[in-house]
């Protein structure tokens, strides 16, 4: 079975092998059956935007510090949401840790803990937890980026093992977005659009909807999950449509930019409602600040 963070390379960076390649300055491609298969090989196996971003970073020289997006989880008690968080958070981890951001990468352990424990899931966290913290303070960044990975895991697995299979989908394609989000940012700052190879993976995008698309019809009634599945579709056409040089293909990073960064700033906002089992919105009062966001336009 790959380990998350092998199966990120294989879907993610498409280089097909490991350092000799990421030195390389020409990617080597996967087929198109890796393409299409590769996300199903394992359910609890997700492209790990710490991959996404090892890439950038043999691409180009992103200011990481730039792109830490301090989080907090918001208030709702939407098991959806709250799945979809745990991935933003994950990917916020990854990104703290590449900007060298002890005390960040601390403050987003306690945030996914505390979502795990809305979820009921943190029977095991604890010991990750404070993992997470001696390495912040140790400073060990590569056993830190793999203790991220193993907490983001744990939740996961005890998802599946409460008979939340479902919620792990959401999960992963929250974490691949905001990978997204974070990958194009870095790639618009560079004027020849340097490391657009690394998230041009169309087929990924069309693959993480279709799954989205399985869920039961009381999840994808949510208006998160309707509005994620169609950015992930508007992500696939924009990767699809691009043209070949970086005047044509900068105005559709932009926009996958744009609403891939809309859509995570809505993931992680207050909803101001509880979502009872039958699907019916009672009142809760929501964090004081919070905010709406407005979905990106399909």
Same mark, same amino acid.
């Given at each position: ?49 710490? !991959? %996404?971003?090892?890439? =950038? ?7 990481? *510090? @730039? /792109?830490? &997006?301090? #989080? ?81 895991? !744990? %939740?996961?697995?005890? =998802? ?7 919620? *792990? @989908? /959401?999960? &992963?394609? #929250? ?124």
């Amino acid at each position: 079975m790959l380990t998350g963070r092998h199966f990120a390379m294989l879907v993610f960076v498409a280089l097909g092998c490991h350092e000799v390649c990421a030195e390389s300055s020409v990617p080597l491609p996967m087929t198109e059956s890796q393409k299409l298969g590769a996300v199903f090989l394992d359910s609890l196996s997700i492209p790990s935007p710490g !991959e %996404v971003f090892a890439a =950038m970073n043999a691409k180009s020289h992103p200011n990481w *510090v @730039t /792109l830490i &997006s301090p #989080a907090t989880a918001p208030v709702t008690s939407d098991r959806m949401q709250l799945a979809l968080v745990v991935g933003v958070l994950a990917a916020n981890g990854y990104i703290e840790v590449e900007a060298r951001d002890g005390q960040q990468v601390k403050n987003t352990g306690r945030e996914m803990i505390s979502v795990a424990k809305a979820l009921s899931v943190s029977e095991h966290l604890m010991g990750r937890g404070n993992s997470l913290m001696e390495f912040a303070e140790n400073e060990a960044w590569d056993s830190l980026a793999d203790e991220l990975e193993a907490t983001e895991n !744990e %939740v996961k697995n005890t =998802m599946v093992e409460r008979n939340d299979r479902d919620l *792990v @989908t /959401l999960t &992963s394609a #929250a974490a691949w977005l905001r990978g997204l989000d974070a990958a194009t940012a870095i790639v618009l700052e560079t004027p020849n659009l340097d490391g657009i190879s690394v998230i041009t993976q169309p087929e990924l995008a069309r693959n993480l909807a279709a799954q989205l698309d399985t869920l039961p019809a009381r999840m994808k009634k949510s208006a998160l999950v309707s509005k994620l599945k169609l950015t992930l579709e508007e992500v696939a056409v924009l990767l699809e449509t691009m043209g070949s040089t970086p005047e044509t293909q900068r105005p559709n990073i932009q926009r996958i930019h744009t609403a891939s960064a809309a859509l995570v700033k809505e993931i992680l906002a207050s909803t101001g409602a509880k979502t009872t089992p039958a699907g019916r919105a009672t009142p809760n009062p929501a964090r004081t600040g919070a905010s709406n966001i407005a979905s990106p336009k399909p």
